[in-house]
């Protein structure tokens, strides 16, 4: 009984990589599918993306692989299948609700396990698609109480991926360091980009033509970590403010539920400050 | 015989104002063929542009409005026809290129008087279509004797409008006042934008996936003044910082060519830092 | 105490129009918001939307702009208010559930009454969010009867349009006749188009680059009716049949939504068989 | 001395052929700088692309190839080099005018060996940037000796891409077979597609919202070759049918500048009839 898998490589550069890493794979009769590789020639780094198909003995695929690949090889190598998520919401609904739906319908290959909103308000909307909702207050000086409450919740999740799907507040560094290119956020930005309060008030004062939105695995940097997705949508002077804030999030849906795709199905790969992408 | 002429009113907002300068028009039974109008809630302003038919004695016309109009109105009537332009340059070719071709077969409603370069890079190009090239070096030190010498051509010229065809000098606050609204400007930028030095080697690092470009007028605020036009491309890892390079001088050609576009047909308010457009 | 109004004109063309129309209002003290207008020079039309606040008496107004237009003007003048909507539906999830999440959190200005399906597959989604739900099969031979039990669901609910989101079913001349202009269809369509069975099977076949929607009236001719919106995705060679239908629908739900946003704020003139559009 | 070289393999799909192909790179000491695969599970056929760089014998780097193929394969091994063009046009400025700016100031790959035009407008252009021009009218009936002509113009120049920029006439099949996936077409093209003679009017009366381009390798069945690039731009009612074809010329040149790139690195494959890119 055959079966899908992702295998990942990223190591050192060095002449005769694929050749050694496909000859892995040969010699366990396993047929690839797609595969993508980059060399980021700067850092010299070499990144591999396998989909092969399929009867697998992965440990023992581990064991070979690193024989024959340079010391500093990261390898991941798992079946095709659903992770598991948490989706973090304040009080939007318009990313939440594009994802629920889509994973209730079976457009999304994940699994929502539970939603944290540090208000309420999305409770109900959680509700209608039966997935359990945790609201966890952040108030001035309590971070650090609520973002342990928030740990004691993922542990009982064990989710692969989370996901800010419009939270307002800010994680810290000591837990984002434990999900390390593992959280999604997505966030508002525009041509050029406007830091600070009102962003689109800001837009629309200086009359953008153009609304964007990034999505990005989140480091300690606030708003900087590597770009998964972007894209944008046009808008002119008969934008009112509020036509701004809709049009951006209806970019932000899209461009969210496009970088969750990607990682669901393991297409990215972080090099320093950048992603690369076999889509 | 009838011609095409385009009125331009911008003036503190008043109930019936449109009632009112449609009204001279239909007494000098003048056949409006577009009509744009926009009320800046926020500033309490109202901005309209009429493109009429007819055969029209412009001093009456501008008379009558006058009395009928707020104080403070700004008034602007011209008949449909092509503008005076200068094209500044440094070095690359992408956008003088695109508009001399444009310029030559009839695609640019203008007249482009004459190209000023401050490096000679471009004269040969210049020169392919005929038009005068002026090469006015500018160097550390000398850029008031550089710019007094490029007021002395545009003395020459009188052109209506200077577009800055990747034009890498600044021009002075002083010399900029005195083209208020007349200096086009094509700059690359990003979601995020990046200031500085190597802009494309900066986006490179960052791992953007979208590079745009930004067509304005040039105030004292460098890169700041009000936003014409803007538009993006996509790009992703694989991309070499030469071939980000690349894709933006692709989407600053079009988003120069849309913004000159719109300023030829007087289609361009600005109001505060932004503009107001009626395409 | 003011409300917002829009005034909707279409009549055959003349010299001063505007003046009139805005005398009228500007006689009953109104405040233009925002204006539209448009000459479509070819069938010598021209067409308005005028946005005012104030207090108004509607039949008065009505009355005297029919004084002074020309016998064949078309007005309609109502309060900006939520329109009422009834959606249809076959099978597919992806457009219903973004107009159901829309409307729960109030980004659509309207009210939707019911969905109606030629499938039971939606009726837990449409439950979800408290809609009523009415299952009217159309087997072979039955339209005629399906399409009385649709009109007696509609002459209860009494919707000002009717949306097909994805419904796979064709509705009889007579039917649509009745809801001319009324009936908003979301269709698939790329470049170039493939009419018949598996669209998305032909487009692979073809590898084409880029797949799109486009929101539609429907009028007699199945697909051919005013365009309303229209937009695309990039898609290449690695998306499967299945991908591309996935990219199509993340399109199609996107487009919908602007076109219904468009009717529901009453931005659409339909002359001929093209949509002007005042947004 | 390293050069850079393009491998292009396409053969029936067997596990292990890209660890075969990279053995035998690795074999000669070569370094993978980029590589692209795709295996078309439909046809069961693969396709790799792979950039290389060092000092190949491209002879007995075939040779072992050869061996460990399936015998069905179709390889392609080239130095990464300037490749030779003849451009077709009839009267249209745009994309030529772009392709020879491009070419002039280095931003093509190629090398223009000679325009040829059914007609002699553009005679002029090709000349400012001193290239030569061949005037072969195409009459009522001589598309036979008018051919001969061209093909004997060919014969001089020996160009490797026949470039259709714009060019009005239809070329025989027998033409055509000749220059098998080395013609490529740049086709103004809709959402929906419009037949026949005025494609921008035919757009304008139904009221587009997209107006789309198609580049595409021309095969015997007129505008249905496989497609290489697309893309689009919005339009409105606004629009007279001149600003359509305006618009349609921007998105023309940017599309068959595109495509030409991708052909001219050897990033295309042709599978039946859609292409596979390696970009």
């Given at each position: 009984m055959n079966s899908m898998y992702i295998l990942k490589v990223e190591c050192s550069d060095d002449k005769g990589l694929?050749?050694?890493?496909?000859?892995?794979?040969?010699?366990?009769?396993?047929?690839?599918?797609?595969?993508?590789?980059?060399?980021?020639?700067?850092?010299?780094?070499f990144f591999m993306r396998t989909q092969f198909s399929g009867n697998a003995d992965s440990k023992k695929i581990l064991n070979d692989l690193r024989k024959i690949l340079p010391k500093d090889?990261?390898?991941?190598?798992?079946?095709?299948?659903?992770?598991?998520l948490v989706i973090f919401v304040t009080?939007?609904?318009?990313?939440?609700?594009d994802l629920l739906v889509r994973h209730e319908y079976g457009e999304l290959n994940a699994d929502i396990r539970a939603v944290i909103g540090n208000h309420d308000d999305l409770a109900?909307?959680?509700?209608?698609?039966?997935?359990p909702f945790y609201c966890v207050p952040y108030k001035n000086g309590s971070q650090k109480k609520s973002e342990a409450k928030v740990v004691s919740i993922l542990e009982r999740y064990r989710p692969e991926y989370l996901v800010l799907a419009k939270f307002m507040r800010i994680l810290s560094n000591s837990f984002v360091s434990q999900y390390k290119n593992r959280i999604i956020n997505i966030h508002h930005s525009f041509l050029p980009a406007f830091a600070g309060k009102s962003p689109y008030k800001q837009a629309s004062d200086r009359g953008v033509k153009i609304i964007g939105a990034t999505a990005h695995f989140v480091t300690s940097h606030l708003d900087e970590g590597p770009i998964i997705a972007q894209d944008i949508t046009s808008v002119d002077h008969s934008h009112s403010v509020a036509d701004m804030a809709q049009a951006g999030r209806d970019v932000?849906?899209?461009v969210l539920a496009k970088a969750l795709g990607l990682a669901l199905e393991d297409r990215i790969f972080v090099s320093g400050n950048k992603t690369i992408l076999f889509d």
């Open positions: 694929i050749h050694r890493i496909t000859g892995v794979l040969y010699h366990y009769d396993l047929n690839i599918v797609q595969n993508g590789e980059f060399v980021d020639s700067e850092k010299k780094k090889a990261i390898l991941n190598l798992d079946k095709d299948r659903k992770k598991s009080k939007e609904t318009h990313c939440l609700g109900d909307l959680a509700k209608k698609f039966k997935i932000e849906k899209v």
